[in-house]
Nanobody, 121 residues
Framework: QVQLVESGGGLVQAGGSLRLSCAAPGSIFRIYTMGWYRQAPGKQRELVAGITSSGSTNYADSVKGRFTISRDNAKNTVYLQMNSLKPEDTAVYYC???????????????WGQGTQVTVSS
């Protein structure tokens, strides 16, 4: 059984920083892409940043230059360092991993439970 476990959300003032972590414990054969999405009230879930197993990254235009995604393949963990936070970054942030569990031939998308990030002005 694979579950993504997120941590690191909270309340921060504009201009501040937060670091989100997402671990994928469990019996995993391989993790391909990992990423962070967010959903603000009344809005659709959107991709914030993604990273491949080889370390290639992509970012939403709204966070480029402020957020950095990274991963530790040995720990099956992905991070999101968020700097220069703005009130419009307020949302629930979800971790995503595209992976193949041990003993399975297929690849699946797994999601974390979500962590609230609130940026006050």
């Amino acid at each position: 059984q694979v579950q993504l476990v997120e941590s690191g959300g909270g309340l921060v003032q504009a201009g501040g920083s937060l670091r989100l972590s997402c671990a994928a414990p469990g019996s995993i054969f391989r993790i391909y892409t990992m990423g962070w999405y967010r959903q603000a009230p009344g809005k659709q879930r959107e991709l914030v940043a993604g990273i491949t197993s080889s370390g290639s990254t992509n970012y939403a235009d709204s966070v480029k230059g402020r957020f950095t995604i990274s991963r530790d393949n040995a720990k099956n963990t992905v991070y999101l360092q968020m700097n220069s936070l703005k009130p419009e970054d307020t949302a629930v942030y979800y971790c995503n991993a595209n992976l193949t569990p041990y003993g399975d031939k297929n690849t699946y998308d797994y999601w974390g439970q979500g962590t609230q990030v609130t940026v006050s002005s």
